[in-house]
């Protein structure tokens, strides 16, 4: 599954990281909205409770980053 990537600045790890918009909403057929926004780097360095980037609680971060996970197997038949 490819991805349309933009990069953008997180204080919480002082890097750039990779940000995506959950496929879903193209499938969906509607308007992005904030909680759509993913972070590819999720888990790799970011510590805190708090996402400064899009201002959410890690955890959301984690599910939104999870989701995205189980879409790319569902679409490959995977388990
Ligand atoms: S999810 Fe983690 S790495 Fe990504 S922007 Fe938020 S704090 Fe930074």
């Known amino acids: 599954m490819a991805f349309d990537a933009h990069l953008a600045y997180c204080s919480g790890c002082d890097r ?13 057929g509607r308007e992005p909205t904030a909680k759509d926004l993913i972070c590819l780097e999720h888990g790799d360095s970011c510590t805190g409770d ?15 980053y ?14």
């Open 50 to 64: 708090l996402c400064p980037l899009f201002d959410v609680p890690s955890a959301e971060m984690k599910e939104r």
């Open 66 to 79: 999870a989701d995205l996970l189980r879409r790319a197997r569902d679409r490959q038949g995977g388990n």
């Open 16 to 28: 750039k990281v990779r940000v995506i918009v959950n496929p879903r909403v193209v499938a969906e």
